[in-house]
């Protein structure tokens, strides 16, 4: 069964904003490292944000200010808003859920024009 669904992903130029949400199961959701992944083409997926069960953070230091991860544990479900958008944000952002299991969520696709 699916595990992990991410949705939001859109297109916006750059200086602008996007709400990414994943949704899981909810099992994982409460005892599972949540993140955000992304893939630009052509290069490696990269660590983007974590949020631990108690809320606990972490942010690449090359979204540090621009975006939030954030947790409705109501939902089962984390958030990434993404403010200031540049060109180079653009990827298929993933999300990731580890701890019983490891799971990975379809992808959604994120456009950043200049």
């Known amino acids: 069964q699916v595990q992990v669904v991410e949705s939001g992903g859109g297109s916006v130029q750059a200086g602008g904003s996007l709400r990414l949400s994943c949704a899981a199961s909810s099992t994982i959701f409460k005892a599972n490292l949540m993140s955000w992944y992304r893939q630009a083409p052509g290069k490696q997926r990269e660590f983007v944000a974590q949020i631990t069960s108690r809320g606990m953070t972490d942010y690449a230091d090359s979204v540090k200010g621009r975006f939030t991860i954030s947790r409705d544990n109501g939902k089962n479900t984390i958030y990434l808003q993404m403010n200031s958008l540049k060109p180079e944000d653009t990827a298929v952002y993933y999300c990731?859920?580890?701890?019983?299991?490891?799971?990975w969520g379809q992808g959604t696709q994120v456009t950043v024009s200049s």
């Open positions: 990731n859920s580890r701890g019983i299991g490891m799971y």
